[in-house]
């Protein structure tokens, strides 16, 4: 069974997902790849809570589960929105009413720093009503949420510095869709850093709307699929959230179907399948850059009309030789300018890397040659060969 991945096993670095940012001023409050949470699995670290599934209706059997909530005893700023909104939802739906027993149940759930730091703020606030800003001293529903939102100021980076508007303008211009990660991958954790924009500190602490969620998702997918959509005339604006998602789903579904990948029965080659188990299938001699073909045949040797034409560059014996020979490669104990004597009824050569070198010229001039001829032809003038041939002996 194939396993789902997460965002953190799809990429490398967390900065995979990210366009080319400053250093620290721009530093995200929740980044895209989330942060390691530690696992924790003792059984001091749940807490069971009976819930009800509907809220509207009486507290029977039938309308109860167990909600095994997480306590929090420090961690990334998303687990700590994510405790924040668990313990809003076991509130809702217990429910638990009153300002002391929702102080007792956040009490339930904290360990270590942050319960220290909660019961701290709560003496002070519940204590002086000035501070607070309060009417009513005491453990009241308003006193609560108030020490909530200072704690959880408290534990948020530079929360006086606008912290949400910092995290929009992070989702709004420096994601960018990694490679590995799907479509559908994408959209999810878009909507999971949505939600936890109504826990920051304010202002700018408000939820995007469907319509900004599609422009933050079009600024991170690849250019070749905006082309896509605007040659398909595609209204990416005019629908839903889940049409966009639907149709770059598509989009990807056929960009993977284009990337052929090996078999165990089907070999890939020049962008071609090919049965390993037809008859009419060879195995290659060199698997390499080279195929033997008409069209790959070394240019030197072709243009240089010798009787060993038929073979690629990575095959050629005078290119293996002028390797050979070259000072700054092969055996530093050899003569550097050794040359080699070959059969020239069979091609060969003589006159060792002398005679090399002025076949290599040979084939530059005739290259030169055609290049002259291209950008003569193309301002109406004719190729004056005789010229040449005769700067070419002055130059000897």
């Known amino acids: 069974m194939r396993r789902f991945l997460t965002l953190r096993e799809c990429v490398q670095r967390p900065g995979d997902a990210e366009r ?40 029977s059997s039938n309308n109860r589960i167990t909600e095994h909530l997480r306590t929090f005893n420090g961690g990334p700023i998303e687990e700590l929105i994510l405790w924040v909104q668990a313990l809003a939802n076991v509130i809702h739906r217990k429910p638990v009413r009153g300002g002391h027993s929702k102080f007792e149940m956040a009490v339930m759930l904290l360990k270590d720093e942050p319960l220290r730091t909660f019961q701290t703020i709560r003496k002070r606030i519940c204590d002086d009503p000035d501070e607070g800003g309060i009417v009513q001293t005491g453990e009241t529903d308003e006193s609560f949420d108030l020490v909530v939102d200072a704690w959880i100021a408290h ?29 559908k991958q994408i959209f999810t954790r878009l909507n999971q850093m949505n939600a936890t924009l109504p826990v920051f500190p304010g202002p700018e602490n408000t939820m995007f709307s469907d319509q900004e969620l599609i422009n933050i998702v079009m600024f ?32 990807e579904l056929g960009e ?24 009419d299938f060879k195995v290659p001699l060199k698997a390499s850059r080279d195929e033997i073909s008409p069209k790959n045949y070394f240019m030197l040797c072709k243009s240089l009309e010798r009787n060993f034409t038929t073979h690629t560059m990575g095959n050629c014996y005078l290119v293996k030789q002028l390797e050979k020979n070259n ?18 009824r069979k091609g060969g050569f003589k006159g060792g890397f002398k005679k090399q070198r002025k076949e290599m010229n040979l084939l530059i001039g005739k290259k030169v040659a055609q290049e002259m001829r291209k950008q003569l032809k193309q301002h109406g003038l004719e190729y004056a060969k005789e010229s040449v041939d005769k700067t070419d002996s002055d130059e000897e």
């Open 256 to 279: 993977q179907a284009g990337k052929a990948t090996p078999t165990s029965k089907k070999y890939l080659r020049k962008g071609k399948f090919i049965d390993l188990e037809s008859p």
């Open 220 to 251: 991170m997918i690849p250019q070749e699929w905006k082309d896509t959509l605007t040659k398909e005339n595609f209204h990416i604006y005019g629908g839903s959230l889940h049409q966009v998602q639907n149709r770059l789903e598509m989009l």
């Open 20 to 59: 080319a940012r400053g250093n620290g001023w721009d530093d995200p409050i929740i980044p895209f790849i989330p942060e390691a949470i530690e696992e924790k699995k003792g059984k001091d670290d749940y807490l069971d809570v009976d819930v009800r599934v509907n809220t509207s209706e009486n507290a």
């Open 155 to 183: 534990h948020f980076p530079q929360a006086h510095n606008c912290p949400a508007f910092k995290q929009k303008n992070y989702m709004r211009s420096w994601l960018t869709k990694p490679r590995n990660v799907l479509v």
């Open 327 to 344: 000072p700054k490669k092969g055996n530093p104990k050899k003569r550097k300018n050794r040359g080699f004597k070959g059969n020239s």
